[in-house]
């Protein structure tokens, strides 16, 4: 899972220019002021980089661990 949050905040700070220092496990993209079609633009950007199938709509009030974790069980079964 912290590789995957790692990778999250990367995506965040680089394509997003959401500040790395706002950026914790318990924020949600609301938190850090990414609406809907942001989080559709963050699932692609994850998918991309990650490789595995991305649900954006599994994402709506989840924190980013829980968005980590549900990566790293996507990840777990394409392997």
């Known amino acids: 899972m ?13 394509k997003f220019g959401v500040d790395p220092g706002d ?4 924020s949600t993209l609301a ?3 990414l609406d ?4 559709v633009e963050v699932a ?3 998918q991309e980089v ?3 199938p991305v649900d954006e709509s599994r994402f ?9 974790e549900m990566l790293a069980e996507e990840r777990e079964k394409t392997a």
């Open 2 to 14: 912290n590789e995957i949050y790692e990778q999250i905040k990367v995506v965040l700070g680089e």
């Open 23 to 26: 950026i914790t496990p318990d």
């Open 31 to 33: 938190d850090l002021e």
């Open 36 to 39: 809907s079609l942001a989080a």
């Open 44 to 46: 692609d950007v994850l």
């Open 50 to 52: 990650l490789g595995v």
């Open 60 to 68: 709506g009030g989840s924190t980013l661990r829980v968005i980590a």
